[in-house]
């Protein structure tokens, strides 16, 4: 399975990846395809969906490989996305489990989109009790026939509807989904591999 290197990825990836039952190909040599989740994620936060966007610097190559793509580091979204991810989910029931591991990430230096992605990417397969060994592309494919799912993932906006969990502002709009596979973990710890893989099935 050919898969995008993206940005705390949403439930579907992870979904996509048990359903594979094998190794899963992570694409680095693909083009950034802007306004996706390559480098944005969306959270449910007091004001509903909230969209963070990772800024990266436009580069006059045309078709630059997602390898090759740097964050523009003159604004401060790390410390932006880390106050958005404490607002939404602090109070969620699993939060304070998980929250060390991602702020030592928060607040790490990175000059390459890749490297911040991976690492996000990396710790939440952990969470989630993958088991499945992961390995980047080492060339460009055109086509990866059925086994491609780059284009899955081009939207973005929020995927479509799961089972519901729970989550934190459920009380003021009803369950959201399609958003971050951190929205599940937040907030329903142990038991979101147990969701993935029921929804895997599915």
């Not at 594979?20 to 969306?42: A, P, W, Y």
């Not at 499945?132 to 990866?144: C, G, P």
Request: net charge neutral; with cysteine; proline share 5%.
């Amino acid at each position: 399975m050919l898969l995008p290197i993206t940005y705390n990825p949403p439930i579907e990836y992870f979904c996509d990846i048990y359903n594979s039952q094998s190794n899963v190909i992570l694409d680095q040599h693909e083009h950034l395809i802007k306004q996706t989740i390559r480098n944005r994620c969306h959270i449910l936060g007091p004001n509903g969906i909230q969209t963070l966007v990772v800024p990266v610097e436009h580069n006059s190559r045309t078709n630059t490989p997602v390898k090759d793509i740097t964050i523009a580091n003159r604004t401060d979204w790390q410390r932006q996305h880390w106050m958005s991810l404490n607002t939404a989910y602090n109070r969620s029931a699993f939060y304070e489990f998980y929250k060390d591991d991602y702020q030592l990430i928060y607040h790490k230096p990175y000059k390459y989109l890749l490297d911040l992605n991976l690492e996000l990417t990396e710790l939440m397969l952990r969470n989630f009790e993958v088991t499945f060994k992961t390995e980047l592309t080492t060339k460009f494919h055109d086509n990866y026939g059925e086994h491609d799912l780059r284009e899955k993932f081009n939207s973005g906006k929020p995927f479509g509807a799961y089972i519901s969990y729970p989550q934190v502002f459920t009380y003021k709009y009803g369950f959201s989904s399609g958003l971050s596979a951190l929205d599940l973990l937040f907030n329903t710890g142990p038991e979101a591999t147990k969701y993935l893989r029921s929804e895997a099935k599915n």
